[in-house]
C-alpha cells in the first residue's frame, strides 16, 4: 500500500520540478527583453512612430521637414511685406505730384506758375492718377500752361472716365454732345450723360433731362424728363425749375397744374433766371384761373425785358395801354424792388461789389395815361418757352 502511494507521488514531485524551471526560463528571458528595450532607447538611432494612418514616419525628418516651410513662409511674408511698402511709398509719390499740381495751380504757399502745376499734373497723370488726369485734360483744353490742343484734353478726359472720375464722364458728354475736339456723336453723350447722371452730378441729371425732352441721343420720353427735371429743380437749379414750372403749365409728361407752374416759375425768376421772369409775364397777363394780375405781369416782363429780352420789352410796353396808372406805379416800384435786393443780396454775399446808391431806378413810362383801359382778352400771344440748353461750362480742377 504504502510502495504504491509512493509510486504515485514521484509522477507529481516531478512535474513541480519542472514548473519551477519553466518559470526560471520565462523569467530569464523577460530580463534579456527588458536590457535589450532599455540598450535600444540609449541608441542613437532614431525611432519610427506610426501616425494615425499608420505609416511609418521618422520624426526627425519631420521635424526638418516643418522648419524648411516655416522659413519658406517667413521668406515669403517678408517679400509680401516689402512689396507692401514699395506700392504705398509709390502712391504716396504720385499723390504728392498731385498735390504739387494744385499748389502751383492755386498759388497755395508758391508763386502761382500754371506751367509747373501742368508739370506735376503730367507726372502724376502718366501713373493713372486719375483727378490729375483731369486736370491736364482741363488744361490742354483752355491752353493753360502750355499750348492748347482739345484732342489730348480729350484723351485725359477719356483715361479719367475709366477710372470713374465724374466729372471727366460730365464733360466727356459736353464734346460729343457739341463736336469739341471729337466728331458729334450723340449716341455716346447720352451714354457718358448717363454714367455722370448716376453719380450724382445735377448738370448731367439736368443734360439728360434735355435729351429726354428733346430726344438727343435717345428716345424722347417726356415723362422721364419730367422725373429729371423735377429732381434738379428740388436741388434748388433754377434752369431746371423755370423748366418744371414749363411742364406743369402745358401738362408735359405730368397732368396740367397752374399752382405748381407758378411755383416753380416764381421760385426760378426770384433767382434771376430770364425764362422763368418771361414765362411768368405771360402767365399772369394771361389769367391764373381766368383771373389776371396786371402788375405782376409787367414787374416780370420789365424785368425779363432789362435783361435784354426783346419779346419780353414787346411785352411789357403792350401792358401799359391795359393798366391804371396806379397799376403802372405799383408795378415799377415791385420790380425797382426786386432789383434793389437782388443787387443788395449779391454785394453782401461778397459776389458783386457794388454801391446801390449808383443804380439807376426804373422810370415811369412817358405815355401812362389816367384812363381805365379796358382788359383784352387777346392780350400777350407769345407762348411760355422752356430753355432746353445744355451747360457747356468745363469743371475745373
Sequence with gaps: MRGESLKFLFPVALAFVLLLGGCKEKTDISQDLAEQQKASMDSATPVLAQTTEGTPVDMDDESLKIDSAE??????????????????????????WFIWGVKYHEGNGV?????????????????????????????????????KDITKGVECFEKAAAEGNEDALFNLAVHYAKGIGVDVDLKKAAEYTQKAAELGIPE??????????????????????????????????????????????????????????????????????????????????????????????????????????????????????????????????????????????????????????????ISSPLNATNEEPTINNLILTTEARPVLDNPTELHKP
Design 111 to 147: 508763386e502761382l506758375d500754371r506751367s509747373k502745376a501742368k508739370e506735376y499734373f503730367e507726372k502724376a497723370a502718366e501713373k493713372g492718377h486719375h483727378r490729375a488726369l483731369f486736370n491736364l485734360g482741363v488744361y490742354y483744353v483752355t491752353g493753360e500752361g502750355g499750348a
Design 204 to 361: 448731367a441729371v439736368y443734360n439728360l433731362a434735355t435729351m429726354y425732352a428733346t430726344g438727343s441721343g435717345l428716345e424722347k420720353d417726356e415723362a422721364e424728363a419730367f422725373i429729371l427735371f423735377q429732381k434738379v429743380a428740388e436741388a434748388g437749379y433754377p434752369t431746371a425749375q423755370a423748366n418744371l414750372g414749363v411742364y406743369y403749365l402745358e401738362g408735359r409728361g405730368v397732368e396740367k397744374n397752374l399752382e405748381e407752374a407758378e411755383k416753380w416759375l416764381l421760385k426760378a425768376a426770384e433767382q434771376g433766371n430770364l425764362s422763368a421772369q418771361f414765362n411768368l409775364g405771360v402767365f399772369y397777363a394771361k389769367g391764373k384761373g381766368g383771373e389776371t394780375n396786371l402788375v405782376q405781369a409787367y414787374k416780370w416782363s420789365a424785368l425779363a425785358a432789362a435783361a435784354g429780352d426783346q419779346m419780353a420789352e414787346g411785352n411789357r410796353d403792350f401792358l401799359l395801354a391795359e393798366m391804371s396808372p396806379r397799376e403802372i406805379a405799383e408795378a415799377i416800384r415791385e420790380a425797382s424792388d426786386f432789383t434793389f435786393d437782388k443787387y443788395k443780396e449779391l454785394r453782401s454775399e461778397g459776389i458783386l461789389q457794388i454801391n446801390p446808391e449808383h443804380l439807376k431806378p
Design 71 to 96: 522659413k519658406q513662409k517667413s521668406n515669403g511674408e517678408s517679400e509680401e511685406s516689402e512689396e507692401f511698402i514699395r506700392k504705398v511709398a509709390e502712391r504716396a509719390q504720385i499723390e504728392e
